[in-house]
């Protein structure tokens, strides 16, 4: 299993569909066990899934590629903003949610609606 936070100068990427690198952590049950940088290319859904990613932290998302990766089992935490290594700490705090990691001019009741459901875990 593997959690990617799409990344751009030690940042999470603003925008994932054009996303060019991501930081890819390998993760079981007792935590996190590795760590690599994946070139993204233009089939970046597939990129990951080959990755056997099973949850990802990105910034803005399309709808189109949002429903992919969920129809591919991926977790996806979207519109989330601010240092790699912060953003990773409150992901393993359950944090995410907190305005403090959302974009600029984007709060949780004006996303996506898509984005408000939570697909089931592989």
């Known amino acids: 299993m593997a959690l ?35 070139k993204l290319s233009k089939h ?29 089992g991926v977790v996806v935490h979207p519109f989330i903003s601010g240092d790699v290594e912060e953003v990773l700490i409150a992901w393993q705090e359950g944090r995410l949610h907190e305005l403090s990691y959302s974009m600029p001019g984007c709060h949780r009741r004006r996303r996506m609606n898509c984005c408000k459901q939570k697909p089931q875990r592989r």
Do not use: M
């Not at 925008?15 to 760590?35: C, P, Q, W």
């Not at 998302?61 to 990766?69: E, M, P, Q, V």
């Open 44 to 72: 970046i859904v597939e990129d990951l899934t080959a990755n056997q990613v099973d949850e990802l932290i990105c910034g803005a998302i399309s709808k189109t590629l949002y429903y992919r990766l969920i129809g591919q």
């Open 4 to 38: 990617a936070v799409t990344i751009w100068n030690n940042r999470i990427s603003p925008v994932f569909d054009v996303a060019t690198r991501a930081l890819i952590i390998n993760k079981d049950s007792s935590g996190e066990h590795g760590r690599h940088i994946k």
